[in-house]
Structure formats: C-alpha cells, structure tokens
C-alpha cells in the first residue's frame, strides 16, 4: 500500500472517532502500520492541518484543513441538498437571513445561506468561511453539543471581544452554554456584530448527535420589544425539520 493510501488509511481511522480523538497506540493497532511509517505520516499530517495533536491528551483529530476541504464538498452534497427545503422554508417565513453551518476544528464553517437582496446590513457569512464559536449562535449550539474535548479546548482559549456584549470568562459562557441545551437554542444578541440579533439551533443525525445548525439573523430592532415565542417555535421547527432523527 502506497504512503498516500496509509494515510488516508490513518485519516479515516481517526475521523471515525472525532468525537474523542485517538492516540498513537490505538493509531497503530487499527492501521496496522510500522511505527516509524504511522509516526512519520502522523507528523506530516499534523504539519498539513489535516490532523491535529493535543498534548493534554495524546490525541490526534481531524484539522481545520481537512474540515475546511469537507465543507466545500458538502456545501454541495447530502447535509446542504438534506436541509435546503428546512432554510428555504424558515427563509419565507421569517424573512431575513437563514444560514446552515457545520462544526470544524475550533471554529463554526458556512456551509449554506438564503439572503434576500435588500437586506439592509452587510452579514460575513460567505459559504465556506469560519465563525467563532464563543460569540455566535450556531457557534453556541456546537459548543453546547460537541465534546468535552471541544469545550475544554475553546474555553482555555482566548475568548476574543468583539462587542461590549460578547461573552468572554470562561465560567459565564459555561453558563449560556447550559442553557443552550436546556432551551434547545441560542441567542447572540449583538455579540459578534453590533444590531444584529441570531436565533440559532441544532441539527441533529440518525443517531441523535448534533451534525449542524441553522441560525435566523434579524437587524436587533426586530427584536427590541423581546423575540416572541412564535419566533423561537418557528427556528426550532424547522431545524426539527432538517434533522434526520
């Protein structure tokens, strides 16, 4: 076998077990791959982005570079084609702006937008571009359902300011992420960008587990008497909708 298949060999081993990473013995076991040829293809991997190595753990994980490559695929493939007719839906009755992401290695990835033309505020949502999770609503929604491994990584990061209302202690976004999975949903109200508002939530696989999220975007004076009920019911039905589960 070639050192281009082995490593997609390793690529797919690790991947499986995203969620948890593995380490290099159990590289080595489910790869069956001398162990200077998995550790030299483990550090040019890593050196790639494709792979990435966490020292607390000993673990590897899929990279951003590979996440970034995955999003172009399936910005065209089953999870956009899956949740197209859910955002299309969400899109004509809400109005505004509805986008689909997915979760990379530390960061929220585009993957899908509905945008009407006249849409009076300027959104950096481009397909395939990242969003911090800390400060946005589908980024709440990955954190708030991903791993511990995530979390712990994201929250022992610097939580970057980018209004006066975005959440940066560690112990406060903790917080909102709990209530992220009590409500089912999230809010950024004006953290990312001032006078816009999010509605985020999840998206959930055949086997229960979060595999994107859909976001409602509205100028904040939309929403400067509250969001109403009828809103949030509306976002979290045709999320529901999207979902495979």
Same mark, same amino acid.
């Given at each position: ?17 995203? #969620?948890? &990473?593995?380490?290099? /013995?159990?590289? !080595? ?5 001398? *162990?200077?040829?998995?550790?030299? @293809? ?25 996440? #970034?490559? &995955?999003?172009?695929? /399936?910005?065209? !493939? ?5 949740? *197209?007719?859910?955002?299309?839906? @969400? ?155």
């Amino acid at each position: 076998m070639s050192s281009l298949a082995n490593a997609f060999h390793i690529i797919e081993h690790v991947v499986a077990e995203q #969620a948890n &990473g593995l380490n290099f /013995t159990q590289i !080595l076991k489910r790869s069956s791959l001398p *162990r200077s040829s998995a550790h030299r @293809l483990l550090k040019e991997l890593t050196a790639l982005g494709v792979l990435t190595y966490e020292p607390e753990t000993k673990t590897y994980r899929g990279g951003f570079s590979l996440a #970034a490559l &995955g999003a172009q695929v /399936t910005s065209n !493939l089953d999870i956009r084609q899956a949740c *197209r007719p859910a955002l299309k839906a @969400l899109h004509e009755t809400a109005g505004n702006v509805v986008t689909l992401s997915i979760c990379g290695e530390d960061s929220g990835i585009y993957i899908d937008k509905i945008e009407a033309s006249d849409f009076g505020l300027r959104l950096h949502s481009e397909i395939g571009k990242s969003f911090p999770l800390h400060c946005t609503a589908m980024g709440k929604v990955h954190l708030a359902h991903g791993s511990d491994t995530l979390r712990r990584r994201v929250l022992s990061g610097k939580l970057e300011a980018y209004t006066e209302a975005t959440i940066t202690k560690p112990k406060d976004l903790m917080s909102e992420l709990e209530r992220v999975r009590t409500q089912g949903y999230a809010i950024d109200d004006e953290e990312i960008s001032r006078g816009l508002t999010c509605i985020g939530a999840p998206i959930f696989g055949l086997n229960g587990e979060v595999i994107a999220a859909m976001s409602l975007t509205a100028p904040s004076h939309v929403y400067e008497n509250g969001i109403s009920g009828t809103v949030l019911q509306s976002v979290l039905a045709h999320a529901k909708q999207a979902s495979l589960s």
